[in-house]
């Protein structure tokens, strides 16, 4: 019981919306059997005294079918069972009303309390109820006391408003056996109707209180201990380890398929130690030089070592490096006001392969100038 208390204590905080449909999924949701009972018991008030007087001749007619004597149909047996059969039908027919509504109407007022579940779980076998001993734990359960208590004050309610109506229509009650049937009936449907809406309104106010108890009883028994309300946060948005992991083998699988793309470039311009972007550019494919990878500190020194081992050229152009990592993305074609800076760079390209040919001189560093606003460095001082 101690452990029962403690975690009681540790629920202190509200059920989340997840929690709350979860169990809704579950099948578990408020019920109030006085609201059901008190809807029951006004909706056979109400059908009593808006069909009670076509219920009484249509069981009157019903009986003077059945106790009319017919010479014809004593001596053949087969239209007896048929005529047993159709009475059966009307008295059925006859009694429906009475036992719809009522039942309808305890639906209803189910559902209104704790809404409409389609959950086959609450029916499923348990068979850890099958456990003697968890059963009579259950059976003498705080809950068990509570519903108990409740079902004992309302029956003792309903007792002394009915011992009450009947103590007063006892002598009216009286004087209806020296009245006509006719009369005596309809006085005692009187004195019933009252009796009924007496009750009803005890078992009224009875489910007026209970129903926003088991509403309240509900939210309460799915209340969440911090840790809870963690783990739960934590499934909803994904664990963040996990996600940092996902995101790190992304980006690993991103560098790597960067860095496979390096021998494929034209150049890499370089900070020449801090940073690296490898440029490519093929006439007729492309309307821009395209970015194919970058980095900044260990990540350019890999650039610069799988492009020296590639045979891709290096070209050392500080400004140029830094404007080119910080405004262009991977696998992006350069903004047209670096055109003209990359144009002497594929100009310098150029050169240099015809000297690596034989053809032309080593070609001199290109110089390369920046519009102003484009070196990060410049724009920081």
């Known amino acids: 019981m101690a452990d029962s208390s403690d975690d009681r204590d540790a629920r202190q905080l509200p059920a989340s919306e997840r929690k709350l449909r979860q169990a809704r999924e579950r099948g578990q949701v408020p019920r109030s059997r006085e609201a059901a009972h008190a809807a029951a ?155 009924l809406l007496a009750v009803s309104a005890v078992v009224v106010v009875a489910a007026l209180i209970d129903a926003p108890v088991q509403v309240w009883r509900w939210h309460v028994q799915l209340r969440m201990t911090p840790q809870e309300a963690k783990q739960e946060q934590r499934e909803v948005d994904g664990d963040p380890h996990v996600k940092a992991r996902v995101r790190e083998r992304a980006r690993a699988i991103s560098r790597g398929r960067m860095l496979a793309a390096v021998p494929t470039a034209d150049v890499v311009v370089t900070n020449p130690t801090h940073y690296a972007v490898a440029l490519r550019y093929t006439d007729g494919e492309m309307t821009a030089p395209r970015v194919v990878a970058k980095g900044a500190d260990l990540l350019a020194a890999r650039i610069r070592e799988i492009a020296e081992r590639s045979g891709v050229p290096l070209l050392e152009s500080p400004p140029l490096a830094r404007a080119l990592y910080r405004h262009v993305e991977v696998d992006r074609e350069i903004p047209a006001v670096l055109y003209a800076a990359v144009a002497q760079v594929l100009a310098w390209v150029y050169q240099l392969q015809q000297h690596r040919a034989g053809r032309a001189a080593m070609p001199r560093d290109p110089g390369i100038e920046l519009p102003p606003g484009l070196d990060p460095q410049e724009a920081a001082r």
């Open 41 to 195: 018991l006004i909706a056979m008030t109400a059908t009593i005294a808006l069909y009670g007087s076509v219920f009484v001749e249509r069981c009157a007619g019903l009986l003077r079918g059945v106790l009319r004597f017919d010479a014809s149909v004593a001596g053949a047996p087969g239209r007896t069972l048929a005529l047993a059969a159709t009475a059966a039908v009307d008295a059925f027919l006859a009694t429906l009303p009475l036992l719809a509504a009522p039942m309808l109407a305890a639906a209803a007022a189910t559902l209104a309390v704790g809404g409409r579940v389609l959950s086959l779980e609450p029916v499923a076998p348990q068979w850890s109820r099958l456990d003697p001993v968890a059963g009579l734990g259950r059976l003498f359960s705080v809950n068990s006391v509570i519903e108990i208590a409740k079902l004992a004050a309302l029956a003792i309610a309903v007792g002394l408003v009915g011992a009450w109506c009947v103590a007063g229509a006892m002598e009216r009650f009286v004087g209806h056996l020296g009245m006509a049937l006719p009369a005596a009936l309809a006085g005692a449907a009187f004195e019933l109707r009252n009796g």
